[in-house]
């Protein structure tokens, strides 16, 4: 299993371009998050989905947009990228919360210029 | 509501020495409770996980944590450090009724040769 997958891993944007990333789980998990990593501020949650075709906002959803089309995958799409939105990206997912812990993806590093 | 509170977000120790990280929670309901490791430039890894079952709780790389009912702990200890112990720890809560996990905002722990 590779688990959960980023891509990619490192991206520059300028100032209102758009990107999505990817992120892909091959555990067969109902649940997928998208977070945010700032120094000092720890893990803030973007997006989440309980299952495919489902989204929901977390704590920092403005700027960013998701999808959730097939259960396997979970894309994150800035659609005018600014410098606020520099961050490290981290993906997780998750079989149930009836103990279910989150598996994270290797992250993916934004630099908005 | 969940919420949860890492005390120092940073902890330095000599290496053999005791590591204490320390984390309260709240939560209306019986908590799941975990905690993670992060090693530079990586995600998030499971170091271990209470879901109500024995509260001395026992994970990988010699760590273990308690869960503490009457004091809304769960503290990270591990009896001797090593330099590779060296990351950044999280601990979060969860329920089996919710969705999301709330993770705290991190401490960074350094080992001192």
């Known amino acids: 299993n590779a688990g959960v997958t980023q891509t990619p891993k490192f991206r520059v944007l300028k100032t209102g371009q758009s990107m999505t990333l990817l992120c892909a789980q091959d555990m067969n998990h109902e649940y997928m998050y998208w977070y945010r990593q700032d120094p000092g501020m720890g893990l803030r949650l973007i997006h989440y989905s309980v299952g495919e075709g489902t989204t929901a906002k977390g704590e920092v959803p403005d700027g960013y947009n998701v999808s959730r089309l097939k259960k396997q995958n979970f894309l994150l799409g800035l659609e005018s990228a600014a410098p606020s939105q520099t961050s490290v990206y981290f993906c997780?997912?998750?079989?149930?919360?009836?103990?279910?812990?989150?598996?994270f993806g290797p992250g993916t590093r934004l630099t908005v210029t | 509501a969940q919420s949860v509170t890492q005390l120092g977000s940073h902890v330095s120790v000599s290496e053999g020495a005791l590591v204490l990280l320390r984390c309260n929670y709240s939560s209306s309901v019986p908590p799941y409770l975990f905690w993670y490791v992060q090693y530079p430039n990586q995600g998030l890894q499971l170091l271990l996980k209470?879901?109500?079952?024995?509260?001395l709780v026992k994970g990988i790389n010699g760590f273990e944590a308690e869960f503490k009912k009457s004091e809304t702990s769960f503290h990270l200890t591990k009896p001797s450090a090593h330099m590779s112990d060296a990351a950044e720890y999280f601990c979060?809560?969860?329920?089996?009724?919710?969705?999301?996990?709330?993770f705290g905002s991190g401490t960074r722990l350094s080992i001192r040769p």
């Open positions: 979060a809560v969860g329920s089996s009724s919710a969705s999301k996990i709330i």
């Open positions: 997780a997912s998750r079989y149930s919360p009836q103990g279910g812990e989150q598996y």
């Open positions: 209470y879901t109500s079952a024995a509260t």
